[in-house]
């Protein structure tokens, strides 16, 4: 057998394109781009010569891609030694199956199985089936890695059938069957879960439920049986003329089974947050009005939300905004969000799961191959709205440690900073010690001129107990001299 691995002397690949060898991802800062050995450029032009190859990126499912030609290849690719370049389209945010809501996961899959069951029917195989091979542009799932299209060999099966089952289906079981929020079960095991620790966590009570006797208790079954065989249970599948009417036919299955998943988010405070109290209410309108007067002002390329709730200000940001990352540490939350964006719109904003008091992390081989959040994108305007409070009181973080890190994203900041006689505050203050000096007023508009936020407006809203301030970065202490337009 050929070594198809090739010298990469002159790429800075994407970290997390690793994996495989012969159809690698690098960006030059002008575009996203793939390096192909001889055998990952000839799986691809067999691939791209397929009608429906090209109608599924037509219709948005799979990435925009074309091959490189003439001297843009050797201009890109320098001594590599590749056989060609494929130029993709550019994905507005990066995000993280750890990051996804339980609808996100699960569009995901239904993607994954619907292009893999057509790939079938033109004799197109996916060797890979990861979700980090989708990302979503706002509510919409597209399928990123054409690298993972290959001619398929009849009569072998399929085999990234555990893969989908430990990375899709076993997340999605948990949570619709147990309640079980599986973006902390992903985030700490890139590879998904084992058939062994999905089985534990599901009772025989859910013995009977859709697809849990078949893709995890069968499964399991086999799986160690297969461990007592000295020889390759694979090539014994391929000896024995696999059926491909019987890949096609898992495939069918596990589509069924993705499709009788569900979830319902519990109606817990925060996803009705801006009904759960009068005050709130109250200010709700006038907190639109000051975060619209900001967002008309110019067109801005990347916003973050930092915890949306249920998104309000985010779709106000989508007016101007090229990407909205909208984050909430709530599920629920997202959940919602997300359905709605679904249905409703805009086509711009993208939900994500994520608890700003212990961000994603660099996660995987020398912590590089999934990004830090802050790596993967420089907002141009930040949303803090209803946060600052959770952050420093209910998980301890020292206010100057979040008015530096806010100040780090350097971008023009719209912040929402509710005193102590604010009820919720108060609420959260009940049954701790209270350790908060460092929360007043008064110190957070110091540590904003200490950390280089010129105040551009300052307003008081109705219930007078909460502070919006639309605030810009400065890069010296005479940009910093301008005082407040309350």
């Not at 060898?21 to 067999?46: K, M, N």
């Not at 290959?150 to 009569?155: C, L, S, Y």
């Not at 407006?457 to 940009?479: G, M, N």
Request: hydrophobic share 40%; charged share 20%; proline share 6%.
């Amino acid at each position: 057998m050929v070594n198809d691995c090739v010298a990469t002397p002159d790429l800075a690949f994407v970290p997390g394109s690793f994996r495989d060898r012969s159809s690698r991802v690098f960006d030059t800062g002008e575009g996203i781009y793939r390096a192909l050995s001889p055998v990952g450029l000839a799986e691809w032009r067999a691939v791209a010569e397929k009608p429906y190859f090209a109608r599924l990126i037509a219709e948005g499912q799979v990435v925009a891609t074309e091959e490189v030609a003439g001297s843009e290849v050797a201009q890109l690719l320098g001594e590599a030694d590749y056989a060609g370049v494929l130029r993709h389209e550019r994905v507005p945010f990066v995000s993280y199956p750890y990051e996804w809501s339980f609808g996100m996961l699960q569009d995901a899959a239904r993607l994954q199985l619907r292009i893999l069951a057509e790939s079938l029917h033109h004799g197109i195989m996916l060797k890979d089936a990861s979700p980090y091979n989708v990302q979503f542009r706002g509510p919409t799932p597209l399928f990123i890695d054409v690298g993972s299209f290959e001619r398929h060999q009849p009569g072998t099966p399929w085999s990234s059938y555990q893969q989908f089952c430990e990375l899709f289906l076993y997340p999605l079981m948990l949570q619709a069957y147990r309640g079980i929020d599986f973006t902390t079960l992903l985030r700490g095991d890139l590879e998904g879960i084992p058939v062994e620790q999905c089985a534990h966590m599901l009772g025989w009570g859910d013995l009977f439920r859709p697809g849990v006797f078949a893709h995890v208790s069968l499964h399991r079954w086999l799986g160690r049986a297969a461990q007592r065989q000295p020889t390759s249970t694979l090539k014994e599948l391929q000896q024995s003329g696999f059926s491909d009417e019987l890949v096609a036919r898992n495939v069918s299955r596990l589509r069924a089974v993705v499709e009788k998943l569900s979830w319902v988010p519990d109606r817990r405070i925060w996803v009705d947050y801006d009904q759960s109290s009068p005050m709130v209410a109250q200010d709700a309108d006038s907190k639109a009005a000051f975060v619209r007067d900001v967002v008309q002002r110019r067109d801005w390329p990347l916003v973050w939300d930092l915890g949306c709730n249920r998104g309000r200000y985010s779709l106000l940001a989508a007016q101007r905004a090229g990407t909205v990352v909208a984050m909430d540490r709530d599920p629920g939350c997202v959940e919602l969000l997300y359905q709605s964006l679904k249905h409703d719109g805009p086509s711009n904003v993208l939900p994500l799961v994520v608890n700003l008091a212990n961000p994603s992390p660099g996660l995987g081989w020398r912590g590089r191959e999934r990004m830090r959040l802050e790596e993967r994108g420089q907002p141009d305007l930040v949303l803090c709205l209803g946060l600052i409070h959770h952050l420093v009181i209910s998980a301890n973080l020292p206010l100057p440690d979040v008015v530096k890190w806010l100040r780090s994203l350097n971008a023009t900041l719209i912040l929402e900073f509710p005193t102590r006689q604010d009820p919720m505050v108060q609420a959260l203050l009940r049954n701790k010690r209270d350790q908060y000096s460092d929360y007043s007023l008064e110190h957070l508009e110091q540590l904003l001129r200490q950390n280089s936020f010129r105040v551009v407006q300052r307003e008081q809203l109705p219930s007078a107990e909460r502070i919006l301030f639309h605030c810009h970065p400065v890069s010296s202490e005479a940009d910093s001299g301008a005082g407040f337009r309350s």
